[in-house]
C-alpha cells in the first residue's frame, strides 16, 4: 500500500537531554572517545545492534530509559561536558571576517598574509569510509576520503566534501556452507543516519537538476556533518525520476558501465551544480580518484556560457585550480568508457566548447592521433589539473610511469606527478584504551604532532607492564569481539547449535595473533601463508616442538593464530575463490582454533583488528599496492608491521618497527616470486618474530617485543597520519591552487584570457625554435672546443645561441641538463641548471651562458633543452613542450 503522504518523525527527547539529538547528528562523536561513551552508557546493547548509529538508537530507545537518565546526575554531568567539548571544538575552527580563531589553517593562510577569507575547496570522491553506520564506502580509497574530512576539520581547513549517498551501500557479506562469499544489500534508512536533508528557505527539498539524453535527473541532497566540515551526498532515488534514474545511487561500484557513467556524471557534473546551489564559491577542486573528473566539463560549461570565455580561457581556469590524485597502481584499475557513449552522455559539451568529436574525445586519450582508444577518467583528471600526485612515495614513481607517455620528451624523474604519502586519522583508528595511555603519557595533543615534536621521545617512557597490559586487554577484546560474530554468522547461515557453539574455543587470547585485513584481490596474495601447508601448519600449532620437548614449557604457547577479513568484489570470482581455499584450509586441516574468517569486515571490525592482534600482515605483489593504510593504523596501535616492501611500508623504518618480506625486489616469474616470499615469511615467523614474542622475563614481561611496538608508534605515528598529509595537500596544492583561482579570474578573467593566448601563440611558433649552436670549453680548452676528460669539479662554461623565431627570451627558459650516462647512452638522474640570457645578437640569435661543474666522476653527460616560461604557469612543463638540443 503506497502512503498518500509521508513524515519525518524525529525522536521525542526530554528538553534536558536535547544535547544528545545535536551530538548525534555531528559525526564528531566518531573519533570523540567520551561521546561514544556516553552513548555506549545510555543503552549498551542498543549500541551495538544499532551499529553504533546514535541517530537511530535515540530514535528506539525507550521513553522510559530517556526518563531515568534525564534524572541521572552522573549521566548529565558527562552529556554536558561532551557537548561543551563539541562547541568547543567547533568554535576552535570558526574562520570568518569576525571570529579569527588560531587553528592551523588561520596561521598558515590569513595571520601570514597570504591567503584568503574567502577559500574554499572541494574534495571529490565516489566513496567516503566514516563509520561503519554509515556504509557508503567499500574499503580503503573510501576510508582514506574520511580520514581526509576529520583531519581537515582538526585543522580548520576550509573544505567542503562531494559524493554519492549509495541507498544500499556497498554490500553486507557473508559465507555459505562451502565458504563461498555471499552478499546482502540492505537497504539504508536515511532518516535514520547521521544525515540532515538539505532545503530551502521555504522548506522544500533542495534538488539539482542533470541533463542526460532526453531528459533531465533530479538529485537531493543529504549533508553529513563531519565535525567542521559539511559533506555533501547526492541522491537519485526520488520522483519524478524514472525506476532506473532512481537507481543511479543505488550500489557503490554496482550494475553495468552504463550505470557507471550515470554515476561519474552525477558525482562530477551534479557535483559542481550541488555546490553552485548550496552558494559556495570553490576555489581549488580536488578530485580523489578520476571518478569525479567530469567535474572539469560543467565548470569550463558555465564560464563558456554564463561568462562568455572561450574553450582554452575556460580550461585555463579550470586547469589551474583543480588537483588529481591517483590511487591506482596498474592501467586495469582505470575508468575507460567507450567512444561513443562517451559523445552519446556528454557530446553536448563538445558543442559548447565547440570541439570537433576527436578535439572532444582528445581530452581523455593519452594517444590523441589514436582515434579507437576509450575515453580514460584519469587521462580527462590529469589534463585538467596542476597538481597530480599518487599516494606513497613508490606509488608516484610507479605512477610517473603509467602516465610517462603524457610527457614523451621529459626524463622519467621529471614527469609532473608527484606524491603525498596517505595517512590515516589517529583519533579515528587508536583503540580508546591506548589513547587514554597516550593521553597520559604524550599528552592531549599527540594525535596531530609532527615528527620533530619532542613529545614522540616520551614513548619509551610508559612503563613496559602498563603498555603490555593494555595491548593484552585489546588482544582479548578482539577475541570475545570474533567469537561473537563467528557465532552469529554461523546461526545466521543455519549451522548446527554444537558448531555455532565451538565458536566459543577460536583463538587463545595469550597466543601471537596475526593479522591480515584488506580487499580480497589477487595480488594481495591472501593465501600466501598457505603456500607451504605442512610448515605453516607446523608454525601454527607448535614451532618448537622439537625445542620444548621434555621441557616444563607448554608448546602452545608458542603457537600462532591468524585472524582474517576482507571482501571480494561481487564479480571477482578469483577473488571470492581466495576466501574459500582459506575456509577449506581451516576446516580440512582442522585448524578452527588457530585461524579465523571473520565475515563482514568494515571499519569496527578493522579497529579491532589493528588494536588486538599483534603483527600486522601484508603481502601484495609489489609494486601493486598504492598505499596499504590498514598497516599504518595498525602501527599507531603499537603492532610491527610484517610487509613485502610495497606502497607506505617502502618508505618507512621497517626494521626498527617491523620486519620486511624481501628486499624491495621485481621478478619476472610470479610462481618463484612466490616461492621465494613465501619462504621468506615463514623464516621471519621461525626464526625472528615468534622467538623475540615469546620471550618474556621473569615479570612475564616481552622486553624486546614491546621496545618495538613503542618503536612503531614513535616513528610511524607522527608520519604517516593524515593531519601531516592535509597539511601537505594544502600547503602543496590547495593554497598554490587557489591562489591561482583568485590570479585566474582577477578583473573578469583578464589573467586567464592572457595566458591562453599567450598558449595559443607559443603552440604555433614553438616548432620555429632552432638550437643553432653550442660551445663548451673549459679552462685549458678554448670555446668552441668539446673537452672528452674534465676533472671532478673543474670548471666548464657552456654558451648557446638560439633562434627563438616569433616568440622572445621572456616566453622561454633554457636549460642545461647534466648527469651520468648509462650503459645505453642516456642520461639518468640528471638535473637541469638554468642557464642566463645575455641578449641577442646580431643574427637575431638569442645568447645563453652558463658555468657547470660535474662532481662525480665517470661516464657524464649533458644535453640543453628550451621550455616555456610564464608567471601563470603552475610549472614549466603544463603546456607539455620541451625543445632538446639533437647531437
Same mark, same amino acid.
Given at each position: 500500500?503506497?502512503?498518500?503522504?509521508?513524515?519525518?518523525?524525529?525522536?521525542?527527547?526530554?528538553?534536558?537531554?536535547?544535547?544528545?539529538?545535536?551530538?548525534?547528528?555531528?559525526?564528531?562523536?566518531?573519533?570523540?572517545v567520551?561521546?561514544?561513551?556516553?552513548?555506549?552508557?545510555?543503552?549498551?546493547?542498543?549500541?551495538?545492534?544499532?551499529?553504533?548509529?546514535?541517530?537511530?538508537?535515540?530514535?528506539?530507545?525507550?521513553?522510559?530509559?530517556?526518563?531515568?537518565v534525564?534524572g541521572?546526575?552522573?549521566?548529565?554531568?558527562?552529556m554536558?561536558?561532551?557537548?561543551?567539548?563539541?562547541?568547543?571544538?567547533?568554535?576552535?575552527?570558526?574562520?570568518?571576517?569576525?571570529?579569527?580563531?588560531?587553528?592551523w589553517?588561520?596561521?598558515?593562510?590569513?595571520?601570514?598574509?597570504?591567503?584568503?577569507?574567502k577559500?574554499?575547496?572541494?574534495?571529490?570522491?565516489?566513496?567516503?569510509?566514516?563509520?561503519?553506520?554509515?556504509?557508503?564506502?567499500?574499503?580503503?580509497?573510501?576510508v582514506?576520503?574520511?580520514?581526509?574530512?576529520?583531519?581537515?576539520?582538526?585543522?580548520g581547513?576550509p573544505?567542503?566534501?562531494?559524493?554519492?549517498?549509495?541507498?544500499?551501500?556497498y554490500?553486507?557479506?557473508?559465507?555459505?556452507?562451502?565458504?563461498?562469499?555471499?552478499?546482502?544489500?540492505?537497504?539504508?534508512?536515511?532518516?535514520?543516519?547521521?544525515?540532515?536533508?538539505?532545503?530551502n528557505p521555504?522548506?522544500?527539498?533542495?534538488?539539482?537538476?542533470?541533463?542526460?539524453?532526453?531528459?533531465?535527473?533530479y538529485?537531493?541532497?543529504?549533508?553529513?556533518?563531519?565535525?567542521?566540515?559539511?559533506?555533501y551526498?547526492?541522491?537519485?532515488?526520488?520522483?519524478?525520476n524514472?525506476?532506473?534514474?532512481q537507481?543511479?545511487?543505488?550500489?557503490?561500484?554496482?550494475?553495468?558501465?552504463?550505470?557507471?557513467?550515470?554515476?561519474?556524471?552525477?558525482?562530477?557534473i551534479?557535483g559542481?551544480?550541488?555546490l553552485?546551489?548550496?552558494?559556495?564559491?570553490?576555489?581549488?577542486?580536488?578530485?580523489?580518484?578520476?571518478?569525479?573528473?567530469?567535474?572539469?566539463?560543467?565548470?569550463?560549461?558555465?564560464?563558456?556560457?554564463?561568462?562568455?570565455?572561450?574553450?582554452?580561457?575556460?580550461?585555463q581556469?579550470?586547469?589551474?585550480?583543480?588537483?588529481?590524485?591517483?590511487?591506482?597502481?596498474?592501467?586495469?584499475?582505470?575508468?575507460?568508457?567507450?567512444?561513443?557513449?562517451?559523445?552519446?552522455?556528454?557530446?553536448?559539451?563538445?558543442?559548447?566548447?565547440?570541439?570537433?568529436?576527436?578535439?572532444?574525445?582528445?581530452?581523455?586519450?593519452?594517444?590523441?592521433?589514436?582515434?579507437?582508444?576509450?575515453?580514460?577518467?584519469?587521462?580527462?583528471?590529469?589534463?585538467?589539473?596542476?597538481?597530480?600526485?599518487?599516494?606513497?612515495?613508490?606509488h608516484g614513481?610507479?605512477?610517473r610511469h603509467?602516465?610517462?607517455?603524457?610527457?614523451?620528451?621529459?626524463?622519467?624523474?621529471e614527469?609532473p606527478?608527484?606524491?603525498?604519502?596517505?595517512?590515516?586519522?589517529?583519533?579515528?583508528?587508536?583503540?580508546?584504551?591506548?589513547?587514554?595511555?597516550?593521553?597520559?603519557?604524550?599528552?592531549?595533543s599527540?594525535?596531530?604532532?609532527?615528527?620533530?615534536?619532542?613529545?614522540?621521545?616520551?614513548?619509551?617512557?610508559?612503563p613496559?607492564?602498563?603498555?603490555?597490559?593494555?595491548?593484552?586487554?585489546?588482544?582479548?577484546?578482539?577475541?570475545?569481539?570474533?567469537?561473537?560474530?563467528?557465532?552469529?554468522?554461523?546461526r545466521?547461515?543455519?549451522?548446527?547449535?554444537? +558448531?555455532?557453539?565451538?565458536?566459543?574455543?577460536?583463538?587463545?587470547p595469550?597466543?601471537?595473533?596475526?593479522?591480515?585485513?584488506?580487499?580480497?584481490?589477487?595480488?594481495?596474495?591472501?593465501?600466501?601463508?598457505?603456500?607451504?601447508?605442512?610448515?605453516?601448519?607446523?608454525?601454527?600449532?607448535?614451532?618448537?616442538?622439537?625445542?620444548?620437548?621434555?621441557?616444563?614449557?607448554?608448546?602452545r604457547?608458542?603457537?600462532?593464530?591468524?585472524?582474517?577479513?576482507?571482501?571480494?568484489?561481487?564479480?571477482?570470482?578469483?577473488?571470492?575463490?581466495?576466501?574459500?581455499?582459506?575456509?577449506?584450509?581451516i576446516?580440512d586441516?582442522?585448524?578452527?582454533?588457530?585461524?579465523?574468517?571473520?565475515?563482514?569486515?568494515d571499519?569496527?571490525?578493522?579497529?579491532?583488528m589493528?588494536a588486538?592482534?599483534?603483527?600486522?600482515?601484508?603481502?601484495?605483489?609489489?609494486?601493486?599496492?598504492?598505499?596499504?593504510?590498514?598497516?599504518m593504523?595498525?602501527?599507531?596501535?603499537?603492532?610491527?608491521?610484517?610487509?613485502?616492501?610495497?606502497?607506505?611500508?617502502?618508505?618507512?623504518?621497517?626494521?626498527?618497527?617491523?620486519?620486511?618480506?624481501?628486499?624491495?625486489?621485481?621478478?619476472?616469474?610470479p610462481?618463484?616470486?612466490?616461492?621465494?616470499?613465501?619462504?621468506?615469511?615463514?623464516?621471519?615467523?621461525?626464526?625472528?618474530?615468534?622467538p623475540?614474542?615469546?620471550?618474556?622475563?621473569? +615479570?612475564g614481561?616481552?622486553?624486546?617485543?614491546?621496545a618495538?611496538?613503542? +618503536?612503531?608508534?614513535?616513528?610511524?605515528?607522527?608520519?604517516?597520519?593524515?593531519?601531516?598529509m592535509?597539511?601537505?595537500?594544502?600547503?602543496?596544492?590547495?593554497?598554490?591552487?587557489?591562489?591561482?583561482?583568485?590570479?585566474?579570474?582577477?578583473?573578469t578573467?583578464?589573467?586567464?584570457?592572457?595566458?591562453?593566448?599567450?598558449?595559443?601563440?607559443?603552440?604555433?611558433?614553438?616548432?620555429?625554435?632552432?638550437?643553432?649552436?653550442?660551445?663548451?670549453?673549459?679552462?685549458?680548452?678554448?670555446a668552441?672546443?668539446?673537452?672528452?676528460?674534465?676533472?671532478?669539479?673543474?670548471?666548464?662554461?657552456?654558451?648557446?645561441w638560439?633562434?627563438?623565431?616569433?616568440?622572445?627570451?621572456?616566453?622561454?627558459?633554457?636549460?642545461?641538463?647534466?648527469g651520468?650516462?648509462?650503459?645505453?647512452?642516456?642520461i639518468?638522474?640528471?638535473?637541469?641548471v638554468?642557464?642566463?640570457?645575455?641578449?641577442?645578437?646580431?643574427?637575431?640569435?638569442?645568447?645563453?651562458?652558463?658555468?657547470?661543474?660535474?662532481?662525480?666522476?665517470?661516464?657524464?653527460?649533458?644535453?640543453?633543452?628550451?621550455?616555456?616560461?610564464?608567471?601563470?604557469?603552475?610549472?614549466?612543463?603544463?603546456?607539455?613542450?620541451?625543445?632538446?638540443?639533437?647531437?
Amino acid at each position: 500500500m503506497q502512503p498518500i503522504l509521508t513524515f519525518n518523525v524525529s525522536p521525542t527527547l526530554p528538553s534536558r537531554l536535547e544535547p544528545l539529538r545535536r551530538l548525534s547528528y555531528n559525526l564528531h562523536w566518531d573519533w570523540s572517545v567520551e561521546t561514544k561513551d556516553l552513548f555506549r552508557r545510555l543503552d549498551p546493547d542498543l549500541w551495538d545492534s544499532s551499529r553504533h548509529n546514535p541517530v537511530l538508537m535515540l530514535g528506539t530507545i525507550s521513553q522510559e530509559r530517556l526518563r531515568e537518565v534525564a534524572g541521572d546526575e552522573g549521566f548529565l554531568a558527562q552529556m554536558d561536558r561532551v557537548a561543551r567539548e563539541l562547541d568547543d571544538y567547533l568554535a576552535e575552527r570558526i574562520v570568518d571576517e569576525v571570529h579569527r580563531a588560531p587553528n592551523w589553517f588561520h596561521k598558515q593562510r590569513i595571520m601570514v598574509g597570504a591567503g584568503h577569507l574567502k577559500d574554499c575547496f572541494a574534495y571529490f570522491s565516489a566513496e567516503f569510509g566514516l563509520t561503519d553506520s554509515l556504509p557508503i564506502y567499500s574499503g580503503g580509497l573510501g576510508v582514506l576520503a574520511g580520514d581526509h574530512l576529520k583531519s581537515a576539520s582538526d585543522l580548520g581547513l576550509p573544505l567542503v566534501g562531494v559524493g554519492l549517498l549509495y541507498q544500499k551501500g556497498y554490500f553486507s557479506q557473508y559465507l555459505n556452507a562451502d565458504g563461498w562469499q555471499q552478499e546482502r544489500y540492505p537497504t539504508n534508512d536515511f532518516y535514520n543516519m547521521t544525515l540532515h536533508l538539505e532545503r530551502n528557505p521555504d522548506g522544500s527539498e533542495l534538488r539539482i537538476a542533470v541533463d542526460f539524453p532526453g531528459r533531465a535527473i533530479y538529485a537531493r541532497v543529504w549533508r553529513v556533518q563531519v565535525g567542521a566540515i559539511p559533506l555533501y551526498l547526492l541522491d537519485t532515488n526520488i520522483e519524478p525520476n524514472s525506476s532506473y534514474d532512481q537507481d543511479i545511487t543505488d550500489e557503490l561500484y554496482g550494475g553495468d558501465i552504463d550505470i557507471r557513467i550515470h554515476q561519474e556524471i552525477m558525482l562530477g557534473i551534479g557535483g559542481v551544480k550541488m555546490l553552485r546551489a548550496l552558494g559556495h564559491k570553490v576555489t581549488a577542486f580536488h578530485m580523489n580518484e578520476g571518478h569525479s573528473a567530469f567535474l572539469a566539463l560543467e565548470r569550463m560549461r558555465q564560464m563558456i556560457q554564463e561568462d562568455h570565455l572561450t574553450f582554452a580561457e575556460a580550461k585555463q581556469v579550470a586547469q589551474s585550480s583543480q588537483i588529481f590524485t591517483t590511487h591506482t597502481p596498474v592501467p586495469a584499475g582505470i575508468d575507460l568508457f567507450p567512444p561513443d557513449k562517451v559523445m552519446y552522455y556528454l557530446g553536448s559539451y563538445a558543442e559548447v566548447f565547440g570541439l570537433s568529436r576527436e578535439e572532444f574525445l582528445a581530452l581523455g586519450r593519452e594517444n590523441t592521433g589514436d582515434l579507437t582508444a576509450p575515453f580514460s577518467m584519469a587521462i580527462l583528471a590529469i589534463k585538467t589539473a596542476s597538481f597530480v600526485n599518487g599516494v606513497s612515495q613508490l606509488h608516484g614513481e610507479v605512477s610517473r610511469h603509467m602516465f610517462q607517455g603524457l610527457w614523451p620528451e621529459l626524463p622519467l624523474n621529471e614527469v609532473p606527478v608527484t606524491s603525498i604519502t596517505n595517512g590515516v586519522h589517529a583519533r579515528s583508528c587508536v583503540a580508546k584504551s591506548t589513547q587514554d595511555l597516550y593521553d597520559r603519557y604524550l599528552g592531549p595533543s599527540w594525535s596531530d604532532a609532527p615528527a620533530d615534536n619532542p613529545i614522540w621521545d616520551r614513548v619509551k617512557s610508559i612503563p613496559d607492564e602498563e603498555w603490555w597490559r593494555n595491548h593484552e586487554r585489546c588482544r582479548s577484546e578482539l577475541t570475545v569481539f570474533v567469537r561473537e560474530r563467528l557465532r552469529k554468522s554461523l546461526r545466521e547461515r543455519g549451522a548446527s547449535p554444537t +558448531e555455532a557453539a565451538k565458536a566459543q574455543d577460536v583463538l587463545d587470547p595469550s597466543v601471537l595473533t596475526i593479522g591480515f585485513a584488506r580487499r580480497f584481490a589477487t595480488y594481495k596474495r591472501a593465501t600466501l601463508f598457505l603456500r607451504d601447508l605442512d610448515r605453516i601448519k607446523r608454525i601454527l600449532l607448535d614451532l618448537h616442538r622439537d625445542r620444548l620437548k621434555g621441557s616444563h614449557l607448554d608448546p602452545r604457547k608458542h603457537a600462532v593464530q591468524f585472524v582474517i577479513a576482507g571482501k571480494a568484489h561481487p564479480k571477482d570470482i578469483p577473488g571470492k575463490e581466495l576466501i574459500r581455499d582459506i575456509v577449506h584450509f581451516i576446516r580440512d586441516e582442522g585448524m578452527q582454533h588457530n585461524i579465523v574468517f571473520i565475515p563482514d569486515y568494515d571499519i569496527y571490525v578493522s579497529r579491532l583488528m589493528v588494536a588486538g592482534c599483534d603483527v600486522w600482515l601484508n603481502t601484495p605483489r609489489r609494486p601493486r599496492e598504492a598505499s596499504g593504510t590498514s598497516g599504518m593504523k595498525a602501527a599507531m596501535n603499537g603492532l610491527p608491521n610484517l610487509s613485502v616492501l610495497d606502497g607506505w611500508w617502502d618508505e618507512a623504518d621497517y626494521v626498527r618497527t617491523g620486519w620486511p618480506i624481501g628486499h624491495g625486489e621485481d621478478y619476472d616469474d610470479p610462481n618463484y616470486q612466490d616461492d621465494v616470499e613465501a619462504n621468506a615469511l615463514y623464516d621471519l615467523l621461525e626464526k625472528e618474530i615468534v622467538p623475540l614474542f615469546y620471550d618474556r622475563d621473569n +615479570e612475564g614481561l616481552p622486553r624486546g617485543w614491546i621496545a618495538k611496538m613503542k +618503536e612503531a608508534v614513535r616513528l610511524n605515528c607522527p608520519l604517516f597520519n593524515t593531519a601531516r598529509m592535509v597539511r601537505e595537500y594544502a600547503t602543496r596544492s590547495y593554497f598554490p591552487a587557489s591562489d591561482r583561482y583568485y590570479q585566474m579570474t582577477a578583473d573578469t578573467y583578464t589573467p586567464a584570457k592572457a595566458l591562453a593566448q599567450w598558449k595559443a601563440r607559443l603552440f604555433e611558433h614553438w616548432y620555429d625554435i632552432k638550437i643553432q649552436n653550442i660551445d663548451i670549453s673549459t679552462g685549458s680548452m678554448a670555446a668552441g672546443s668539446i673537452p672528452a676528460d674534465v676533472q671532478v669539479n673543474q670548471d666548464i662554461a657552456v654558451k648557446t645561441w638560439i633562434n627563438l623565431g616569433a616568440l622572445s627570451a621572456a616566453d622561454v627558459q633554457v636549460e642545461l641538463y647534466q648527469g651520468p650516462v648509462n650503459t645505453n647512452g642516456e642520461i639518468v638522474d640528471g638535473m637541469p641548471v638554468s642557464m642566463e640570457f645575455q641578449g641577442v645578437d646580431d643574427q637575431n640569435s638569442s645568447i645563453y651562458t652558463v658555468d657547470i661543474t660535474y662532481t662525480n666522476s665517470g661516464l657524464q653527460g649533458l644535453s640543453l633543452r628550451v621550455l616555456p616560461k610564464h608567471s601563470g604557469l603552475s610549472s614549466p612543463h603544463e603546456v607539455g613542450l620541451v625543445l632538446w638540443a639533437h647531437p
